[in-house]
Nanobody, 114 residues
């Protein structure tokens, strides 16, 4: 069974940075597509960024140029570096592993506010 544990969320001022981490247990990590999603209050969950096992990435238009997704297969960990944060980035961020089925972490809150 796969378990995903996120960390790194918190409160940050507009223009600041945060780095989210997601540690995965199980053997599927290195061959799965990893992604970060977010869900703001009263909004649907949306894809933020995704990275394949080979390192190919895609980003939501709203975060291009500000966020960077990366993965360390040796550590079974995926990261999301978030720079130039805006109040509209405020949401619960979820880690996702897609390999046949979808596996989700418990989420970590990111709040961008002055």
């Amino acid at each position: 069974q796969v378990q995903l544990v996120e960390s790194g969320g918190g409160l940050v001022q507009p223009g600041g940075s945060l780095r989210l981490s997601c540690a995965a247990s199980g053997s599927m990590f290195s061959i799965g597509i990893m992604g970060w999603y977010r869900q703001a209050p009263e909004k649907q969950r949306e894809l933020v960024a995704r990275i394949t096992s080979g390192g190919s990435t895609i980003y939501a238009d709203s975060v291009k140029g500000r966020f960077t997704i990366s993965r360390d297969n040796a550590k079974n960990t995926v990261y999301l570096q978030m720079n130039s944060l805006k109040p509209e980035d405020t949401a619960v961020y979820y880690c996702n592993l897609h390999k046949g089925a979808d596996f989700w972490g418990q989420g970590t809150q990111v709040t961008v506010s002055s």
